[in-house]
């Protein structure tokens, strides 16, 4: 058994308020918050927290951990990857699954990855199921997902090998709507990136700084627009669009939810923090990935998006390739790079410092974007997402006056670059737990492969956000 905890004299934020009180961890879960706790076990070790923010632990719905993308495999494995998220202040990640054969059933891919995680993992887990083709088979294959596996939410891309045309994804929408799960959506125009692709590689225009101009923000905005309505024609099926990068895409779906729509959407730290400028330098391969980094103009407008509530949540994305090798594949050609960035660890600190410390957005608004409403989303409320007595002790507290300046050398992913390398910030986690564990601390990994659990989900309630 975990030994207990007691949190004293730090500030509790959760997505509603802040509170000076008390904060006892006992046996995994958050036993007791009260303004004075006299009643603990002996040996209980005490944290003074004067000055912190005592908060629920990130949880990222978007990772791609030892996904296999074709030309690569990614580096960060569920080992290396959650020992980053918790020394980053991340509790809990869902990933992405990659793709199995083709053909495979349902939830061929669910077993293969549950396999990855095992007795690997340091935090909590779980994945997204992954819509490869739909036919009766995987219609049916659905329910026991839902039902049985607690996996209730599915990604469906609309570009790479696997892509999904209309019809396709209109049975997906509705079947996934009867059964109460989440239908998520990589949205990226198919056709319009092909044409481009094939026009650029004829002029011999394949330098990394041409990955942006093969698929720039109208093909975005393009899938985002048509999945929206096609989510209205499946019944209003709840739709969760990931990793939007620009402002058009984010009116779509701002006029979605002005209509009272199911739709919710992510964003990642790269692209409201860095611009399309990095494809000119020469390292821009480290900044390859699908969507691409946008015009600057963009970044602002995401910025927006979030602090009005047209952005629900906040991710990563982190699918890593190494920088001396991996990624060199795509120097004289973009259409090699493996897609993908590192950003499991970053995300919690750069959206501290950028967010909070900046005065953008309030300390409640940052635990609602990078932990509460991902778990009411994806079906972990209120064992996770909140400070509440019988949740998880996912805990993590941060400084928030600790000046940090990012650098790779800090870090516990297993690439060898940060995309934010050089970066000042203000706030940094200083203690993550996992079910009151203490798994990292300043930056020194704490925890165990192998004690992260798979969660299963419940169902998606489309009321729980609107
Ligand atoms: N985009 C990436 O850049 N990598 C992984 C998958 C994706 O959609
Ligand atoms: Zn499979
Ligand atoms: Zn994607
Ligand atoms: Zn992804």
């Given at each position: 058994?975990?030994?207990?905890?007691?949190?004293?004299?730090?500030?509790?934020?959760?997505?509603?308020?802040?509170?000076?009180?008390?904060?006892?961890?006992?046996?995994?879960?958050?036993?007791?918050?009260?303004?004075?706790?006299?009643?603990?076990?002996?040996?209980?070790?005490?944290?003074?927290?004067?000055?912190?923010?005592?908060?629920?632990?990130?949880?990222?719905?978007?990772?791609?951990?030892?996904?296999?993308?074709?030309?690569?495999?990614?580096?960060?494995?569920?080992?290396?990857?959650?020992?980053?998220?918790?020394?980053?202040?991340?509790?809990?990640?869902?990933?992405?699954?990659?793709?199995?054969?083709?053909?495979?059933?349902?939830?061929?891919?669910?077993?293969?990855?549950?396999?990855?995680?095992?007795?690997?993992?340091?935090?909590?887990?779980?994945?997204?199921?992954?819509?490869?083709?739909?036919?009766?088979?995987?219609?049916?294959?659905?329910?026991?997902?839902?039902?049985?596996?607690?996996?209730?939410?599915?990604?469906?891309?609309?570009?790479?090998?696997?892509?999904?045309?209309?019809?396709?994804?209109?049975?997906?929408?509705?079947?996934?709507?009867?059964?109460?799960?989440?239908?998520?959506?990589?949205?990226?125009?198919?056709?319009?990136?092909?044409?481009?692709?094939?026009?650029?590689?004829?002029?011999g225009k394949t330098a990394p700084k041409y990955?942006?101009?093969?698929?720039?923000?109208?093909?975005?905005?393009?899938?985002?627009?048509?999945?929206?309505?096609?989510?209205?024609?499946?019944?209003?099926?709840?739709?969760?669009?990931?990793?939007?990068?620009?402002?058009?895409?984010?009116?779509?779906?701002?006029?979605?939810?002005?209509?009272?729509?199911?739709?919710?959407?992510?964003?990642?730290?790269?692209?409201?923090?860095?611009?399309?400028?990095?494809?000119?330098?020469?390292?821009?391969?480290?900044?390859?990935?699908?969507?691409?980094?946008?015009?600057?103009?963009?970044?602002?407008?995401?910025?927006?998006?979030?602090?009005?509530?047209?952005?629900?949540?906040?991710?990563?994305?982190?699918?890593?390739?190494?920088?001396?090798?991996?990624?060199?594949?795509?120097?004289?050609?973009?259409?090699?790079?493996?897609?993908?960035?590192?950003?499991?660890?970053?995300?919690?600190?750069l959206m501290f410092s950028e967010g909070v410390?900046?005065?953008?957005?309030?300390?409640?608004?940052?635990?609602?974007?990078?932990?509460?409403?991902?778990?009411?989303?994806?079906?972990?409320?209120?064992?996770?997402?909140?400070?509440?007595?019988?949740?998880?002790?996912?805990?993590?507290?941060?400084?928030?006056?600790?000046?940090?300046?990012?650098?790779?050398?800090?870090?516990?992913?297993?690439?060898?670059?940060?995309?934010?390398?050089?970066?000042?910030?203000?706030?940094?986690?200083?203690?993550?737990?996992?079910?009151?564990?203490?798994?990292?601390?300043?930056?020194?990994?704490?925890?165990?492969?192998?004690?992260?659990?798979?969660?299963?989900?419940?169902?998606?309630?489309?009321?729980?956000?609107?």
């Amino acid at each position: 058994t975990t030994k207990a905890t007691l949190i004293i004299n730090g500030t509790l934020v959760d997505a509603h308020q802040q509170v000076n009180k008390q904060l006892l961890m006992l046996d995994g879960k958050i036993a007791q918050i009260a303004d004075k706790i006299t009643q603990y076990p002996s040996g209980t070790q005490i944290i003074d927290a004067k000055g912190m923010h005592v908060m629920p632990g990130g949880i990222d719905v978007h990772t791609h951990f030892n996904i296999d993308v074709g030309i690569s495999r990614s580096c960060d494995d569920f080992y290396t990857g959650t020992r980053s998220a918790a020394c980053g202040g991340t509790t809990t990640i869902i990933d992405h699954m990659g793709f199995g054969p083709r053909g495979c059933s349902l939830g061929h891919q669910l077993e293969v990855y549950k396999e990855y995680a095992k007795d690997r993992a340091v935090i909590d887990y779980s994945f997204h199921g992954v819509i490869q083709h739909v036919d009766d088979q995987v219609l049916e294959d659905m329910q026991a997902m839902v039902e049985q596996e607690g996996i209730s939410s599915f990604k469906l891309y609309l570009t790479y090998g696997y892509k999904l045309d209309d019809d396709s994804a209109l049975k997906a929408l509705t079947r996934l709507n009867e059964l109460n799960a989440l239908t998520a959506v990589h949205p990226e125009n198919d056709a319009a990136i092909a044409q481009r692709r094939a026009k650029l590689i004829k002029e011999g225009k394949t330098a990394p700084k041409y990955h942006g101009v093969s698929r720039p923000l109208e093909c975005e905005a393009e899938a985002i627009a048509r999945m929206i309505n096609l989510a209205s024609l499946a019944g209003d099926a709840p739709l969760y669009i990931v990793h939007l990068s620009n402002g058009l895409g984010l009116d779509y779906i701002r006029l979605a939810k002005n209509n009272k729509q199911a739709v919710w959407s992510e964003t990642c730290p790269q692209y409201m923090l860095l611009d399309d400028s990095l494809y000119n330098d020469i390292d821009a391969v480290k900044y390859v990935m699908s969507p691409p980094l946008r015009p600057q103009a963009e970044l602002e407008k995401l910025w927006q998006g979030v602090i009005d509530g047209s952005i629900d949540t906040i991710a990563t994305d982190h699918c890593s390739f190494t920088y001396a090798d991996q990624k060199q594949a795509g120097v004289t050609d973009f259409t090699k790079c493996p897609n993908g960035m590192p950003g499991v660890e970053t995300r919690m600190p750069l959206m501290f410092s950028e967010g909070v410390s900046k005065g953008r957005i309030s300390p409640e608004k940052f635990v609602e974007l990078t932990s509460f409403k991902p778990a009411k989303l994806f079906g972990l409320y209120p064992q996770k997402g909140c400070l509440l007595e019988g949740s998880d002790a996912d805990i993590v507290i941060f400084d928030p006056e600790q000046q940090v300046t990012i650098s790779h050398s800090m870090l516990h992913d297993n690439t060898d670059y940060t995309p934010f390398e050089n970066y000042p910030l203000t706030g940094w986690p200083v203690m993550t737990f996992s079910r009151g564990k203490l798994v990292a601390r300043n930056g020194e990994f704490l925890g165990t492969a192998g004690a992260g659990q798979f969660l299963r989900r419940k169902q998606f309630d489309k009321n729980r956000l609107k």
